[in-house]
């Protein structure tokens, strides 16, 4: 965890872009919530293919409307050279400079992944387009990605982002802490020399986060699903466990050396503040951070 240790903590937090009117005006509310804590940045995703392309240029739109510092996703499979150019385009002129780069999960009925297969390409693309104009965020998996053939693999792939540019990473959302440290030292052993920021996902309703980790290949230790099942329709005793948790596991990877937290919020802002409460977070974390907008 050495090389982790050496950067400044930063912490940001991730939104999707809402798909109806009703869910812009709760995520409004989230966001000022949220923004009240100062984060680094907010961070929307972008839906594979490019399926949710304009709600995510709106929700950018509106975010930096509010003066927010906003890093978009940028997915690739099933896109066009022309299609990334032109994106790249969009957000350079909107003055946007940091970027999470990502493959994407390939939509059904979808024939190939297209003209970049893997988030390499993407990254390689970037740079080639728009030498250093941004800061590229990619993404990592400690317990590794469900497609890959196995951990080895999956680590030479991460390499290959960081060769092509990457400046930073955010990991997938995990609840074994050693699962995180060792990966960190897997990557140590490759040269691997960027921050790794854990990415942390509150839990707030059971059924919802076993068909997500079941569908990403993130595992929920047996012990906290034993006792998540426990609670049966009790949605506020699985929130009080879930915060409880996931604050613990928070403050254990700051203590042991992490550059940060990035939480996926699922827009909603609760679970985050209590579990920044808890750990006495403070925007003082980020003097001295220049932010990128």
Same mark, same amino acid.
């Given at each position: 965890?050495?090389?982790?240790?050496?950067?400044?903590?930063?912490?940001?937090?991730?939104?999707?872009?809402?798909?109806?009117?009703?869910?812009?005006?709760?995520?409004?509310?989230?966001?000022?919530?949220?923004?009240?804590?100062?984060?680094?940045?907010?961070?929307?995703?972008?839906?594979?293919?490019?399926?949710?392309?304009?709600?995510?240029?709106?929700?950018?739109?509106?975010?930096?409307?509010?003066?927010?510092?906003?890093?978009?996703?940028?997915?690739?499979?099933?896109?066009?050279?022309?299609?990334? #150019?032109?994106?790249?385009?969009?957000?350079?002129?909107?003055?946007?400079?940091?970027?999470?780069?990502?493959?994407?999960?390939?939509?059904?009925?979808?024939?190939?992944?297209?003209?970049?297969?893997?988030?390499?390409?993407?990254?390689?693309?970037? #740079?080639?387009?728009?030498?250093?104009? &941004?800061?590229?965020?990619?993404?990592?998996?400690?317990?590794?990605?469900?497609?890959?053939?196995?951990?080895?693999?999956?680590?030479?792939?991460?390499? #290959?982002?960081?060769?092509?540019?990457?400046?930073?990473?955010?990991?997938?959302?995990?609840?074994?802490?050693?699962?995180? &440290?060792? &990966?960190?030292?897997?990557?140590?052993?490759?040269?691997?020399?960027?921050?790794?920021?854990?990415?942390?996902?509150?839990?707030?309703?059971?059924?919802?986060?076993?068909?997500?980790?079941?569908?990403?290949?993130?595992?929920?230790?047996?012990?906290?699903?034993?006792?998540?099942?426990?609670?049966?329709?009790?949605?506020?005793?699985?929130?009080?466990?879930?915060?409880?948790?996931?604050?613990?596991?928070?403050?254990?990877?700051?203590?042991?050396?992490?550059?940060?937290?990035?939480?996926?919020?699922?827009?909603?802002?609760?679970?985050?503040?209590?579990?920044?409460?808890?750990?006495?977070?403070?925007?003082?974390?980020?003097?001295?951070?220049?932010?990128?907008?």
């Amino acid at each position: 965890m050495k090389s982790q240790q050496k950067y400044q903590k930063t912490f940001s937090f991730e939104l999707f872009p809402p798909k109806t009117a009703e869910g812009m005006e709760k995520l409004r509310v989230s966001v000022r919530e949220l923004a009240a804590l100062q984060p680094l940045y907010f961070s929307v995703t972008y839906g594979a293919g490019g399926s949710t392309r304009e709600r995510t240029f709106a929700t950018v739109d509106w975010l930096r409307s509010e003066g927010i510092a906003t890093t978009p996703h940028l997915s690739c499979v099933g896109a066009t050279r022309d299609q990334v #150019r032109e994106t790249l385009h969009h957000y350079r002129n909107q003055g946007i400079q940091r970027l999470v780069a990502l493959r994407g999960d390939m939509p059904s009925g979808m024939g190939g992944p297209g003209e970049f297969p893997h988030a390499n390409d993407l990254v390689e693309f970037i #740079r080639a387009e728009t030498g250093d104009h &941004f800061y590229i965020d990619v993404a990592a998996y400690p317990e590794f990605h469900p497609q890959a053939f196995d951990a080895a693999t999956d680590l030479v792939n991460f390499k #290959r982002k960081v060769d092509a540019g990457a400046n930073e990473a955010i990991t997938q959302y995990f609840y074994n802490a050693d699962a995180y &440290f060792y &990966f960190i030292e897997s990557c140590e052993k490759q040269g691997i020399d960027i921050p790794i920021v854990p990415g942390i996902m509150p839990i707030t309703n059971y059924t919802q986060l076993a068909r997500f980790s079941d569908a990403c290949g993130s595992e929920i230790p047996r012990w906290i699903r034993q006792r998540l099942q426990g609670y049966h329709d009790d949605l506020a005793g699985i929130r009080e466990f879930g915060i409880e948790v996931v604050t613990q596991l928070c403050r254990r990877l700051l203590e042991q050396g992490a550059p940060g937290l990035h939480f996926y919020t699922m827009n909603q802002s609760r679970a985050v503040s209590r579990i920044w409460s808890n750990l006495g977070l403070s925007h003082s974390l980020h003097e001295g951070h220049e932010e990128a907008s």
